[in-house]
């Protein structure tokens, strides 16, 4: 059975469709069978992927609230061992459609389990909220990683979201865990920059992954061509920071041993 890995954090701009997506790719090429979730209503990780949302006959939002099957609306993608599950606008309409269900908070959690066993990795791209679809996530997951941009504002909303990943645990799924904290978009030439890894690191210590994303101009690109960092360009600064950030979960995960990986 394979683990499932929500990508969470309010506010918006800090990298999560990103790390969904190049994450996602990276441990495909690791030859781990992934597959995304798009469970943002802006559908960035599909279109990022290189699917139209508005030409989407089947997303995450029909399998939710129309019992269609998650198999029929998976698609491949470029990047081979990874899968894509879409989203596209209409996911809006769900939270409302949702809320007088009795199962509303385990929706999602329903479909992913029908391909759970289908995947060694499933990540969760979830929307810059802390609304319905986002706790639906929260819920079908066994563990969170949460963007952190390496600027000004960046503890800023983390306390709630935190206080979101606990009410989560001690009401609807006591198996959560925090895979860890993520600092993105890091600029070696910034003061800042380095003040926020810092503080981060002081504030959360062991919950901060060791590997940092940084700025990088392909990792920005990439996305309008609808490809990964990984089918863009391999050998980019960007693909090689979430090559390791993949490596370091799966070490973390006792998927790979330390020993393996320095040997690699």
Do not use: W
């Not at 007088?100 to 066993?117: A, D, F, G, T, Y």
């Not at 949460?146 to 606990?166: D, M």
């Amino acid at each position: 059975m394979g683990k499932t890995i929500a990508i969470a954090n309010q506010k918006g701009g800090v990298g999560k469709t990103t790390t969904a997506i190049n994450l996602a790719a990276s441990f495909a090429v690791l030859e781990f069978k992934t597959l995304i979730v798009d469970a943002d209503p802006q559908a960035n990780a599909t279109s990022g992927l290189g699917y139209d949302p508005k030409e989407i006959e089947n997303s995450i939002y029909e399998c939710i609230m129309d019992g269609v099957e998650p198999v029929q609306a998976i698609l491949k993608t470029t990047t081979p061992n990874l899968e894509l599950l879409p989203a596209h606008i209409d996911l809006v309409g769900a939270e409302i459609e949702m809320i007088n269900l009795s199962n509303r908070e385990r929706m999602m959690k329903q479909v992913v389990e029908k391909v759970k066993n289908d995947y060694d990795f499933i990540l969760i791209d979830c929307s810059p909220s802390l609304g319905l679809i986002t706790v639906n996530a929260l819920t079908a997951s066994d563990s969170v990683i949460v963007p952190v941009q390496c600027e000004y504002f960046a503890l800023e909303g983390l306390g709630k979201l935190l206080n979101t990943i606990k009410i989560v645990q001690s009401r609807l799924n006591p198996q959560l865990d925090i895979e860890g904290i993520l600092l993105t978009m890091f600029d070696s030439r910034l003061r800042l920059s380095k003040q926020v890894v810092e503080e981060v690191k002081t504030h959360f210590q062991q919950l901060v992954f060791d590997t940092i994303i940084t700025r990088n101009t392909r990792l920005s690109e990439a996305p309008s061509h609808g490809e990964t960092i990984i089918m863009h360009d391999a050998a980019s600064a960007g693909a090689i920071n979430y090559l390791n950030l993949a490596r370091e979960i799966l070490v973390k995960n006792k998927l790979v041993t330390k020993t393996e990986e320095e040997s690699k």
